[in-house]
């Protein structure tokens, strides 16, 4: 049985360790950068439990804006290969969603590789966001580096 939870700090080596089986979309800086911000960011963890044992399968990350009392951003997100296409993305995000219902916040954003990118991953990332109702909001050219343009997506709650 798989179980959405608040993450915490015991939390954060399996939150790695799914991002570790996904190499397509997080590398050795991302995986870095992710570590760095786990500490201070807020997340949900999807867990599955076999006996007294936890395997985290999946989770989310998210963090109000500075400056936006009404924009949560969402800042990583993964399911472990195995168990993805069951819903539980959507479940993640919808905890995240009724979070920010909890704290009086309307707007989430969420910032990935643009359509420009010829990358597939990326592709089933977006569609994955468009198909749980986010938006296209705009596009920063070259954020990434030189033809590494930014999509920015907002879903209004
Ligand atoms: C993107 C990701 C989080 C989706 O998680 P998931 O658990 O497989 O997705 P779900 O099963 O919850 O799917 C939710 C909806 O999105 C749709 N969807 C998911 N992937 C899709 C795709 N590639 N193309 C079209 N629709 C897609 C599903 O059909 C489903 O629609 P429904 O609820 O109306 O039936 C997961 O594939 C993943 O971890 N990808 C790699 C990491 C990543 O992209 N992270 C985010 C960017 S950093």
């Given at each position: 049985?798989?179980?959405i939870?608040e993450?915490?700090?015991?939390?954060?080596?399996?939150?790695?360790?799914?991002?570790?089986?996904?190499?397509?979309?997080?590398?050795?800086?991302?995986?870095?950068?992710?570590?760095?911000?786990?500490?201070?960011h807020h997340g949900f963890?999807?867990?599955?439990?076999?006996?007294?044992?936890?395997?985290?399968?999946?989770?989310v990350t998210w963090l109000?804006?500075?400056?936006?009392?009404?924009?949560v951003e969402l800042t990583?997100l993964?399911?472990?290969?195995?168990?993805?296409?069951?819903?539980?993305?959507?479940r993640l995000v919808e905890a995240v969603a009724d979070r920010c219902g909890q704290i009086?916040v309307?707007?989430m954003e969420v910032?990935?590789?643009?359509?420009?990118?010829?990358?597939?991953?990326?592709?089933?990332?977006?569609?994955?966001?468009?198909?749980l109702?986010?938006?296209?909001?705009?596009?920063?050219?070259?954020?990434?580096?030189?033809?590494?343009?930014?999509?920015?997506?907002?879903k209004?709650l």
């Amino acid at each position: 049985m798989v179980q959405i939870r608040e993450a915490s700090p015991s939390d954060y080596e399996g939150m790695l360790s799914v991002a570790r089986s996904l190499p397509e979309w997080f590398n050795e800086q991302g995986l870095r950068e992710m570590a760095a911000d786990l500490r201070t960011h807020h997340g949900f963890v999807a867990v599955r439990r076999t006996g007294a044992e936890e395997q985290v399968v999946d989770f989310v990350t998210w963090l109000p804006r500075v400056g936006d009392v009404n924009l949560v951003e969402l800042t990583w997100l993964g399911v472990t290969p195995q168990f993805q296409g069951r819903g539980l993305g959507r479940r993640l995000v919808e905890a995240v969603a009724d979070r920010c219902g909890q704290i009086g916040v309307s707007v989430m954003e969420v910032t990935t590789l643009a359509d420009s990118v010829d990358y597939a991953p990326y592709a089933r990332t977006r569609a994955f966001y468009r198909k749980l109702g986010f938006r296209d909001w705009r596009v920063d050219a070259d954020f990434y580096g030189p033809g590494d343009d930014r999509l920015v997506l907002r879903k209004y709650l």
